[in-house]
């Protein structure tokens, strides 16, 4: 399981709404000293996310949550977002240029065909499986003290 940590923003009716400060991993690393990437993730600052789950622990307004998402759905899920279209683009490109005799037009409209029908069946598939994919709220770790964020 993958967890972030959050804050309770709003609730609505059975879900919370949770923001999320995202934390660059370079405070831990051993070559944070001399590394490009530490520079551009100081620059940038941490971002907040905000994402919506369903409120199955009772979390109220400034409690701060640990939400999740399995790992194998978020495995599952970039290989259809990613590895399912790319893949089907170059054997359609292929499949394009081989029909055609050598076209390389036939081979583009191939290529953006098959990148098409990929992110089409992706999307299809991921419709009929939506709830795995979404993040869970799995615990309540330090309630509000009264205070209203």
Known sequence: MITEQGTVIALIDDQAWVQTIRQSACDS?????????????SASGGRANQVLVENTVRAGVGDEVTIGIDEQALLAASLV????????????????????GGSDLW?????????????LGGRRVQAGRGDRYQPRLLR?????????I
């Open 29 to 41: 690393c051993s070559a944070r000293s001399g590394c490009g990437q530490r520079v551009l993730a």
């Open 140 to 148: 309540v770790t330090r309630i509000a003290t009264g205070a209203l």
């Open 107 to 119: 081979a583009m409209v191939g290529a953006g065909a098959g990148l098409a029908v990929g992110f």
């Open 81 to 100: 977002v990613y590895a399912v279209p790319l893949a089907l683009m170059v054997l359609a490109s292929i499949l394009g240029h081989q029909v055609s």
